[in-house]
């Protein structure tokens, strides 16, 4: 029996329709599926637009879409340097135990590493035991003394609105 053909490629506009299917996928396992509102329109402008927000790696499996990572530039005050965050991480199911997340984990951080940047850091669910367990296998630390805070909504409207 022959392995599968596991290849990661950057997402190209025409990916736009499977990058969110991976996003509902991901935001069903989450719970958040109520929450994943976002258009094909609005995705294409924003990875593939005059001012890209994110970049998006596929893997794929004998060719088929299996999994993604999208990730973004920000900014370490401390160290003085961009990092890479990654917003998103999955690999659907039936493509699981092949390796693919400890993959695409392994070309963010090369890319980080070409890129000149200072850190990698992502979120995670805290209850999402599988997924912490495998970044921890990865080398990760958790920063438990932060917690994410977050505006949105009309919550972000009003402030902004304000003096």
């Given at each position: 029996?022959?392995?599968?053909?596991?290849?990661l490629?950057?997402?190209?506009?025409?990916?736009?329709?499977?990058?969110?299917?991976?996003?509902?996928?991901?935001?069903?396992?989450?719970?958040?599926?109520?929450?994943?509102?976002?258009?094909?329109?609005?995705?294409?402008?924003?990875?593939?637009?005059?001012?890209?927000?994110?970049?998006?790696?596929?893997?794929?499996?004998?060719?088929?879409?299996?999994?993604?990572?999208?990730f973004?530039?920000?900014?370490?005050?401390?160290?003085?340097?961009?990092?890479?965050?990654?917003?998103?991480?999955?690999?659907?199911?039936?493509?699981?135990?092949?390796?693919?997340?400890?993959?695409?984990?392994?070309?963010?951080?090369?890319?980080?590493?070409?890129?000149?940047?200072?850190?990698f850091?992502?979120?995670?669910?805290?209850?999402?035991?599988?997924?912490?367990?495998?970044?921890?296998?990865?080398?990760?630390?958790?920063?438990?003394?932060?917690?994410?805070?977050?505006?949105?909504?009309?919550?972000?409207?009003?402030?902004?609105?304000?003096?």
């Amino acid at each position: 029996m022959n392995a599968p053909a596991i290849a990661l490629r950057p997402a190209t506009r025409t990916d736009v329709p499977q990058i969110l299917g991976f996003i509902r996928e991901l935001a069903e396992y989450e719970k958040l599926a109520h929450e994943a509102v976002a258009t094909e329109a609005g995705m294409s402008e924003q990875l593939f637009g005059a001012h890209p927000a994110a970049e998006v790696v596929i893997a794929e499996v004998d060719g088929q879409p299996a999994g993604f990572a999208l990730f973004f530039q920000n900014f370490s005050t401390f160290l003085g340097l961009p990092g890479l965050y990654l917003e998103d991480l999955f690999v659907r199911p039936q493509y699981r135990g092949l390796g693919l997340g400890r993959r695409l984990m392994a070309h963010l951080a090369r890319l980080a590493v070409e890129r000149g940047y200072g850190r990698f850091e992502w979120s995670v669910l805290d209850w999402n035991a599988p997924a912490i367990g495998f970044y921890r296998s990865l080398g990760a630390v958790g920063q438990d003394e932060w917690t994410v805070q977050r505006l949105s909504g009309a919550a972000l409207l009003a402030l902004a609105e304000s003096q």
